[in-house]
């Protein structure tokens, strides 16, 4: 039972650059998040989904695209990379908005 | 504004010392999370309450609703404990809000051997 895995764990990008942070969870849960931390601050949350086929925005969507297409993949999409999107970014799911949240490993991100 | 408060900031224990973490919140939950971080790691969860107390091995979260507030307490202390707590509200998933999670900025434990 993997949970919910996060790749890649590192990445460095140049200014103007696109990727994709990947996010996989095998526990059936409807509800996705993306989160980003910076030092000193709580996770702020960026998109969210309750579903496939529905996402929407969070406390910092600018700079990012989101898509979920099926029940286990929240992909998050970072098309012009800036130096503000240096952070760690966190996957996490639950169940339903009662339940026990469960986060990836986070992807450590530098932009360049 | 819904906002989650922790203290301390840091903390420095030895080992063996009895550990309390603090969190305030603003606005009425329907669930609080605690939340541990290893140094370079991911985000586990530990607790999650709306009421009462609840104990996990050496850890206790305890929950006052009225007062807003919630504690995480770690009893016989060990190095390994050494990590960034996490406090997070759940806000009911009404009145203009979706029921997304708010963090604290979390609690840097350190306990010496």
């Known amino acids: 039972n993997a949970g919910v895995t996060q790749t890649p764990k590192f990445r460095i990008l140049k200014i103007g650059q696109s990727m994709t942070l990947q996010c996989t969870q095998d526990?059936?849960?409807?509800?996705m998040y993306w989160y980003r931390q910076d030092p000193g601050m709580g996770l702020k949350l960026i998109y969210y989904?309750?579903?496939?086929?529905?996402?929407d925005k969070g406390e910092v969507p600018n700079g990012y695209n989101v898509s979920r297409s099926t029940t286990e993949d929240f992909p998050l999409r970072l098309e012009l990379a800036a130096p503000s999107q240096t952070s760690v970014y966190f996957c996490?799911?639950?169940?339903?908005?009662?339940?026990?949240?469960?986060f990836g490993q986070g992807t450590r991100l530098t932009v360049v | 504004k819904n906002e989650v408060e922790q203290s301390p900031q840091n903390l420095t224990a030895q080992e063996g010392e009895f550990i309390t973490i603090n969190c305030s919140y603003s606005?009425?939950?329907?669930?609080l999370h605690w939340l541990q971080q290893h140094p370079g790691g991911g985000i586990v969860s530990l607790f999650m309450?709306?009421?009462g107390k609840k104990k996990h091995g050496r850890l206790i979260a305890t929950i006052n609703i009225q007062e807003k507030h919630s504690s995480l307490h770690i009893t016989a202390s060990h190095p390994r404990d050494s990590a960034v707590y996490i406090c997070?509200?759940?806000?009911?998933?009404?009145?203009?809000?979706?029921?997304?999670?708010?963090f604290g900025k979390g609690t840097k434990l350190s306990v010496k051997p």
């Open positions: 526990m059936n849960h409807n509800y």
């Open positions: 997070a509200s759940r806000p009911p998933p009404y009145g203009g809000s979706q029921g997304n999670l708010i």
């Open positions: 606005v009425g939950i329907s669930a």
């Open positions: 989904s309750v579903g496939a086929g529905i996402t």
């Open positions: 996490a799911s639950t169940l339903d908005t009662y339940t026990e949240a469960f």
């Open positions: 309450l709306s009421s």
